[in-house]
């Protein structure tokens, strides 16, 4: 009978299979030649010690015994080509595994996408980082793929749905992704790496019968009797569906204002917002591997830090290892932060957003923007940012020392940031309440993680688009917005999620209550 077994190793044992296979083999008392293969179900670091350990979950086969390598295989989907249609509008992980599902079901998606296809979108990210040019269609957060596409493309999650988040993971290297996804505690795919499997995933859709119409922007809805009937197009094309997923993201402001102008129910929803520190990748594995050098056998190291300054939340978010900082704005007159890593995370630097958890009563100065009032909120502040760096796509940057004392930096370094940074007091582009919080936010974190609170370490303003500012209410049960009939909110831009693999899970779940809807 093959074996399960846990065990820790030294990396540089896990990292070689002859090595793994010996020292398996002495634990369980038997020869070397006994052990036919050995399956690594699940992998993990322990570097809560100085001497760093790999947690391996194992399936030991042993001679006689027949094993065969997992195979993900992608289900069978159907033609749907004559099959009765959908509008998905948003080509993100939402929109996509919506779309996938859909066909899986036996209906025919029509993905509707304000940006360009996945290479496509490269000239436009290249003119943001070198020319400063803003595309409001094409950009780090609008194209194919959504906001994920140039992105670390960490896969975790915080939904306990185990089963969910494998189904999703397994359809990522159906489509192209590493197996490795599927057995690592903290998966990732990198930037290189997703945008063909979007590309794939695309093909696909489009190979079964589907449509995807890039370059196609929704500006409004066609609605009768508070059903939805269709959208209309920037073109002034109606495309008809009386079904319509609605997966445009965190950042399309103008579907947050369309539905508020149509008085279609909206409301303000809590976010978090702060800076995007960078740190010496070697500082960071020194602090995280209790070592001074990482050596050949570990990762470069992330860190997960979270503490409660004031009664409120202050943690790292969307941290990036061996990354870079990417300029993420939507529209001139604006800047943003956020990060991506290559797959190897090789890269000089690690950053990290930090960020602070808002309150619906920190938007009051919004409030005659009604439930857009956290959006207007967000907007002032990359706005401010903006203003304070010149009017580019310089973002302000302060040392992390200096921004406790409140003193401005004499210089700032090259950082990975490309636009480039203007040295400005951190204070002037958040209002005191964070600037407060954040101060004592990160003298508290150097005292949990000795080195990190350092002036090699450079902030960047602002990380904003942590979530939605947004909710787009629907009924828990069908899924459908609760005034408007065949609308179905859904991912991140509608509050419903967070992440690459939760957007993807509600775009499923979406698609198959409009299954269910049809009987
Ligand atoms: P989105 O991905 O935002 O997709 C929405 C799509 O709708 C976009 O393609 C947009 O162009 C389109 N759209 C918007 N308005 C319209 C319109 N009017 N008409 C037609 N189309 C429209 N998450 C992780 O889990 N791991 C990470 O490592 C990670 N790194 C990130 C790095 C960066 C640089 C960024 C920006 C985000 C990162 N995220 C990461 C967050 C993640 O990308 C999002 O949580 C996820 O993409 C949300 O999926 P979504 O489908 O709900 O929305």
């Known amino acids: 009978m093959p074996k399960e077994l846990l065990i820790q190793v030294a990396p540089e044992i896990a990292a070689n299979d002859f090595l793994l296979k010996d020292h398996v083999a002495k634990m369980i008392r038997t020869s070397v030649s006994e052990v036919q293969h050995i399956s690594i179900l699940k992998r993990s670091i322990d570097a809560r010690q100085k001497a760093i350990k790999i947690n391996l979950k194992l399936m030991i086969f ?31 992980p939402a929109g996509l595994f919506a779309a996938l599902q859909l ?27 070198v020319d400063h040019i803003v595309n409001e269609d094409s950009n ?35 489509f192209g992704a590493s197996p490795d996804i599927l057995i690592e505690a903290h998966p990732h795919i990198g930037t290189n790496k997703l945008p063909q499997i979007i590309q794939d995933i695309r093909e696909k859709i489009i190979e079964c019968g589907g449509q995807v119409l890039f370059e196609t ?27 319509v997923i609605l997966a445009t993201g965190h950042s399309a402001r103008d579907i947050f204002e369309l539905l508020d102008r149509k008085k279609i129910l909206i409301e303000a929803k809590p976010f ?29 190291a992330p860190y997960s830090i979270v503490k409660q300054v004031n009664g409120r939340g202050m943690y790292s978010f969307c941290m990036c290892p061996g990354g870079v900082i990417a300029p993420c704005a939507t529209s001139p007159g604006e800047v943003v932060t956020n990060g991506w890593s290559p797959s190897k995370r090789d890269q000089a630097t690690a950053n990290s957003g930090i960020v602070v958890e808002l309150k619906l009563e920190d938007f009051k100065p919004f409030a005659k923007f009604g439930p857009l009032a956290g959006m207007e909120f967000q907007k002032s ?8 760096a010149g009017e580019t796509q ?23 940031y490309v636009p480039g940074t203007t040295s400005v007091e951190m204070g002037q582009v958040f209002p005191g309440f964070l600037t407060q919080i954040m101060r004592e936010g ?7 993680m000795k080195g990190y609170l350092t002036n090699e370490a450079i902030l960047h303003a602002p990380e904003s688009r942590t979530s939605s500012p947004v909710r787009i209410p629907r009924d828990a049960q069908t899924l459908e917005h609760l005034q408007i009939k065949g609308l179905y909110p859904c991912g991140e831009g509608a509050g419903f999620a967070g992440g690459i693999v939760s957007a993807a899970i509600d775009g499923e779940k979406c698609a198959l209550k409009i299954k269910e809807s049809l009987g």
């Open 103 to 129: 066909i899986e079901v036996g209906l025919k998606p029509i993905v509707i996408e304000r940006g360009k296809e996945v290479r496509g979108r490269r000239r436009d990210l290249k003119a943001i980082n």
């Open 394 to 416: 310089k973002v302000p940057a302060q040392r992390m020392i200096d921004f406790t004392q409140n003193k401005i930096s004499s210089s700032i370094p090259k950082t990975s």
């Open 442 to 448: 990160f003298l508290q974190f150097g005292k949990s």
């Open 272 to 300: 978090a917002l702060g800076v995007r520190a960078e740190h010496p990748q070697e500082l960071i594995d020194s602090i995280q591997y209790s070592c001074d050098f990482r050596g050949d056998y570990l990762p470069p």
């Open 217 to 243: 922007r929704v500006t409004d809805f066609v609605i009768k009797n508070n059903e939805i009937q269709g959208i209309v197009t920037q073109k002034g094309e109606t495309i008809s569906a009386n079904k």
């Open 140 to 174: 780090y957060c609008f194209g194919e793929g959504g906001a994920g596409t140039y992105s670390d493309g960490k896969l975790y999650t915080r939904s306990k749905k185990r089963g969910d988040v494998d189904r999703i993971l397994e359809l990522l290297v159906g």
């Open 62 to 92: 042993f001679q006689g015994e027949s094993f065969t390598e997992q195979k993900i295989e992608l289900p069978n989907y159907p033609n749907v080509a004559n099959q009765q249609e959908v509008i998905v509008i948003g080509a993100g």
């Open 381 to 388: 502040i990359e706005q401010k940012a903006w203003h304070l």
